[in-house]
């Protein structure tokens, strides 16, 4: 039996998160955006704004990944794939995918960013094992893609993080017989491949804002599986 792993664990959490916590990141948070709308650069205003008001690292990370300007929200949000993937082949950031649903299997925290996607603060770090809750993300992501007619599926992996050759094979052996082409590839930079392509699913913020098209995935399979899950939502922050 495999040992239970909680993917997405965050040191003083409770602290760092709490509700009194998460009502002053949304006032920081709109100061952020307000900077970003005014051409600020987002390291710059949020090392000023974290520095000022004391924020631990991890409170830090959450306002760089859900805080965007309202320019390249409306940029990203023109480029969604809303519907259909019938026909279509899929590009999948294979780690930024499966580790943001492992946990939230896990129950760990979660962002909901104000450009409407689903993000973690779990570290990688060049490093990954595949754990309990692995085989589940997988196949959700299986079932999904299936229910959105996509007629094949490619997998990207990072080769300079460690196992993506197991994650690999577990991915041949979970999806081989799903009603699409499954093609897993490990290359050195995902990240550059994906920027140049259609029908690409992450929610890397880099890859969104140069990519041709993307498929918000995670929201949809964790708003179908997971429909009461308590977010850190940023959402509201929008003028």
Known sequence: ???????????????????????????????????LNRGYYIKNSSTFLGNHHLLS?????????????KENIKYRLNKEIKDSLEDKTVYIDGFNT?????VALS?????KCMDKTIRDLAGLRGTYKLIDKTDIAIKLIGQTLVKYKASKVVFYLDSPVSNSG????KIIELLKNYDFELDIIIIPNVDSTLEKLENVITTDAIILDKCKSWFNLNRYILEEHLPEYEYVDFRDLME
């Open 1 to 35: 039996m495999s040992k239970t792993v909680k993917r997405g664990y965050l040191e003083n959490e409770q602290r760092d998160f709490s509700e009194k916590a998460i009502s002053k990141l949304k006032e920081i948070g709109k100061d952020l955006y307000y900077l």
């Open 57 to 69: 690292k991890n409170q830090r990370l959450a306002l760089v990944r859900s805080i965007s300007s």
């Open 166 to 169: 197991k994650l690999k094979l």
């Open 98 to 102: 499966i580790i943001t649903l492992e």
């Open 107 to 111: 129950n760990s925290l979660l962002l």
